[in-house]
């Protein structure tokens, strides 16, 4: 007759922690990690300063605009630019209308995020490449995935706004004027983010088929895995 009190003994509980549930599995024959992507490095690189420089321009309205002490040097394009969408312009300013401040103050939560997504990268990443193993790339992932969602979400609330309102402070530009002034430079919100939300999203997904067992599971871009068998 087997006795029940060995099964104790031979079959632990098992430790169901997500890390714990990630090395089990690379033992398997798939490692996970977040390799940070070059492109999603460069454009944080790039859009940073310009989301830092674009908020400092709208709450030092009306100081920042043109014929306000602090509009020259650093602010001179905006004379260019109020005129192309006036909701950056005197217009909205007179009109009290707060979209401007407020999808800036969405911007400065999204840049904070952006940059603490750069700083784990920066203090955990290993190698030459930055890779971020296990628990820290979870939380790079996660963080990189929510921000991007927030990114396009409000970009596309920023186009939907002058689609719904007739395209009041944007219509009386000309096509070229509209292409190479608002379209393309908003367009830009629109298409890096949500490149890098399907990066993010890709690893996240590799390391959850992995958590689960499925360690063949690969992203379209990642290293060799590991082979301990």
């Not at 509980?13 to 090395?23: C, I």
């Not at 629109?190 to 590799?206: E, Q």
């Not at 990642?222 to 068998?229: L, W």
């Amino acid at each position: 007759m087997v006795s029940t009190r060995s099964h104790k003994t031979e079959f632990p509980p098992p430790d169901l922690s997500p890390s714990k549930a990630l090395t089990r599995t690379s033992r398997r024959g798939g490692k996970w990690q977040h390799t940070p992507d070059p492109a999603v490095l460069l454009w944080l690189i790039i859009s940073l300063p310009l989301v830092v420089w674009d908020a400092a321009y709208v709450f030092g309205r009306p100081y920042t605009m043109p014929d306000g002490w602090l509009h020259s040097p650093i602010w001179t394009p905006y004379a260019l630019y109020g005129e192309v969408d006036y909701i950056y312009g005197w217009k909205a300013w007179n009109e009290h209308n707060g979209f401007t401040a407020a999808q800036t103050a969405l911007n400065v939560i999204e840049s904070i995020g952006y940059i603490a997504y750069l700083w784990v990268v920066w203090k955990f990443g290993e190698g030459k490449k930055r890779v971020l193993p296990n628990a820290w790339g979870g939380v790079a992932c996660l963080v990189g995935f929510g921000l991007c969602v927030m990114t396009v979400s409000k970009t596309a609330l920023y186009w939907l706004n002058e689609s719904f309102s007739g395209f009041e402070n944007i219509g009386h530009n000309d096509p070229l004027s509209l292409l190479f002034l608002w379209i393309i430079p908003n367009g830009a919100w629109l298409v890096f983010p949500s490149y890098m939300g399907y990066v993010f999203a890709r690893d996240i997904l590799h390391g959850l088929a992995i958590a689960s067992g499925d360690a063949s599971s690969k992203p379209a871009r990642a290293t060799t895995p590991t082979k301990d068998e």
